[in-house]
């Protein structure tokens, strides 16, 4: 279906420390997703609990905290057909060790519990996730040179 989206995209400490930055958006790039917002950023306690509030009172509540601001994650806004579901197709299981090979998380990670990547779910908390971390004119509207060859 030719209905381009938004989808919020995080890539968390260990993706930034790792070196992984450049690798995972160029496989968005790639796909013809397109970026419309980045940064690099700290996620301060708050915003942590925010962001995640829907984990609240689970057992690894506590860890992702710990995880989400140990470091800087770049904040994203991709664009395009079918965003959300393309970007989490392309994520892999939350598990990496269950995550395919040829996804984010079944290439670059082994774990649960440091699996590079946060992507929206929906198109609703994709619309939550955006409003955290940008403001309406951090997002930037343009046209990419490959964006006739994208759809039919
Ligand atoms: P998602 O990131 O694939 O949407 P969620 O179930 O929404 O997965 O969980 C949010 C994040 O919480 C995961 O990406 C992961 O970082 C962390 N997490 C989820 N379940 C566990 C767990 O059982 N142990 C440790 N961390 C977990
Ligand atoms: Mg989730």
Do not use: C
Request: proline share 3%.
């Amino acid at each position: 279906m030719n209905v381009a989206e938004r989808t919020f995209v995080l890539l968390k400490p260990d993706a930034v420390q790792r070196g992984l930055i450049g690798e995972i958006v160029s496989r968005f790039e790639h796909r013809g997703l397109k970026v419309t917002a980045l940064k690099l950023v700290r996620v301060s306690r708050s915003l942590g609990e925010t962001y995640y509030a829907e984990h609240k009172g689970k057992a690894f509540f506590e860890p992702l905290m710990s995880y989400i601001a140990a470091g800087p994650v770049v904040a994203m806004v991709l664009e395009g057909d079918g965003a959300v579901a393309a970007v989490r197709k392309m994520m892999g299981k939350t598990n990496s060790a269950e995550a395919e090979p040829g996804t984010i998380r079944g290439d670059f990670a082994l774990t649960i519990g440091r699996n590079v990547i946060h992507g929206s779910d929906s198109g609703e908390s994709a619309k939550r996730e955006i409003s955290m971390f940008f403001k309406p004119d951090e997002i930037h509207a343009y046209t990419r040179i490959d964006e006739s060859w994208l759809r039919e």
